[in-house]
């Protein structure tokens, strides 16, 4: 019997739905520039980390409430960044910190870059394989046979589909040499002429603004476009 965690991929559609409409207006730019198809929809590089958090809370989270795999082959992959964070947060695996916290109802704060919560964590699955090719493909094929077919937890949800971290074969696939850069928002230097003290001055307004920036996905060094969120 096929669950309701059965692929969205039908005929008609040659990926899964990306729930951001400027991403997913990129990703179509992109493909049209290069005249390629998925998949994968997105080839990430660069600090991919803090942009698969955001994306795979936004899946799993209502309105979506999708059921998401990862193949995780880097062992970096953190499910506890998927969950509301602290905004100091550096979208590193090590040394963060983040939160849940409560308004004065006693109900959870959501994040609109990150709205899961620790209930919707038992939709997503994740598999940490051997750093091989090889490997990294049984894991993706025993993970869509397991979604499709098992008696699991996710039976009323839609599988949206499979991210690899540090392989190819998924939707979405993180990888040293993808097509679009994660990385930090960047902010601007000091002025031509400033003094050291007018460069004093500033430097604590400036802190502010960097440990305020966001992320930004950049495809082909922004000339297709830049998808950006808080973080």
């Known amino acids: 019997m096929v669950l309701r965690t059965s692929s969205l991929l039908t005929k008609s559609s040659s990926h899964p739905p990306l729930p951001f409409p400027a991403l997913s207006a990129l990703a179509s730019r992109y493909q049209k520039a290069t005249q390629s198809a998925p998949p994968p929809i997105l080839s990430l590089t660069g600090r991919y980390l803090a942009f698969l958090y955001h994306l795979i809370s936004t899946l799993i989270a209502a309105p979506h409430c999708y059921a998401v795999v990862v193949v995780d082959a880097d062992y970096r ?9 602290n905004s100091n ?25 990150y709205p899961a919560t620790t209930q919707d964590l038992k939709h ?10 090889a490997a990294v493909k049984a894991a993706v094929s025993s993970a869509a046979e397991y979604m499709l077919y098992a008696a699991h937890g996710s039976r009323d949800r839609a599988w949206w589909g499979t991210v690899v ?3 190819t074969g998924g939707d979405v696939n993180a990888i040293w ?15 031509v002429g400033m003094c050291v003290e007018e460069a004093l001055k500033e430097r604590e307004k400036r802190q502010a603004t960097a440990d305020a920036r966001g992320w930004e996905a950049v495809a082909a060094g922004g000339r297709l476009g830049v998808y950006r969120w808080d973080g």
Do not use: C, H, M
């Not at 992959?77 to 964070?85: E, G, Q």
């Not at 004065?104 to 959501?110: A, E, L, P, R, S």
């Not at 997503?124 to 090719?133: D, E, F, G, K, Q």
């Open 124 to 133: 997503l699955y994740v598999y940490r394989p051997a750093r091989s090719p």
């Open 77 to 85: 992959f953190d499910v506890t960044r998927i969950v509301v964070r």
């Open 177 to 191: 040499k993808g097509w679009l850069e994660v990385r930090r928002e960047e902010i601007a230097g000091f002025g």
């Open 89 to 113: 947060d550096n979208g590193s695996t090590s040394g963060a910190s983040f939160q849940n916290p409560q308004s004065d109802d006693g109900k959870v704060k959501v994040s609109s870059s």
């Open 165 to 167: 971290i540090n392989g």
